[in-house]
C-alpha cells in the first residue's frame, strides 16, 4: 500500500513540475483576436437623432418628420443616405405632411456611424427593413451631390 502511494505522489509531482517548467504562454490558450467593435446605431441615434426625432422615432408634428413607417425610412436606401448626408434646408412633404425644421447635414459622420444609425432606425420603431451597410453610404458619398 505504501508503494502505491508513493508511485501516486511521484506521478503527482512530475505533473507539477511539468508545468512549472512549461512557459506560461504554452499552458495558457492563445487568445482569441477580438473583432473590431461594431459602431451603436442606438448610440448615434441619441447622440445626432434624438432631440429633433424624439426618443420614440415620433418626431415633432409640422416640424420633424416621424420615424416610424415613413416612405423615406422604409423606401429608398440611397436616398435615405443622402437626406443623412445633406440635410433639409426647406420644407420637405413627407407621405402627405409637411415638416419645416432645418435638418443639418450630417456628412461628418463616418459611413459605418450612417450606416449604424439607419439600420438602427430601419430595424426599430416598429419598422422591418433590411439593413443599410458602409459599402452603400460610401457608394452614396462618392456620387452624392447636394
Do not use: W
Not at 424624439?54 to 422604409?74: C, E, F, H, R, W
Amino acid at each position: 500500500m505504501r508503494k502505491y502511494l508513493i508511485i501516486i505522489f511521484i506521478l503527482s509531482c512530475s505533473q507539477l513540475i511539468a508545468q512549472v517548467k512549461t512557459p506560461a504562454k504554452a499552458r495558457t490558450k492563445p487568445r482569441q483576436r477580438l473583432a473590431k467593435p461594431a459602431v451603436d446605431g442606438k448610440a448615434v441615434y441619441t447622440k445626432y437623432c434624438l432631440t429633433c426625432h424624439q426618443a420614440d422615432g415620433g418626431g415633432v408634428p409640422n416640424m420633424n418628420p416621424p420615424l416610424i413607417k415613413t416612405s423615406y425610412v422604409l423606401g429608398d436606401k440611397n436616398r435615405l443616405i443622402k437626406v443623412v448626408l445633406n440635410g433639409f434646408s426647406e420644407n420637405v412633404d413627407i407621405d402627405g405632411e409637411s415638416y419645416s425644421n432645418v435638418m443639418p447635414a450630417h456628412d461628418f459622420l463616418k459611413d459605418q456611424e450612417i450606416a449604424a444609425v439607419l439600420t438602427y432606425i430601419r430595424k426599430n420603431f416598429t419598422n422591418k427593413a433590411g439593413a443599410i451597410t458602409a459599402v452603400q453610404v460610401k457608394t452614396v458619398r462618392a456620387t452624392n451631390k447636394k
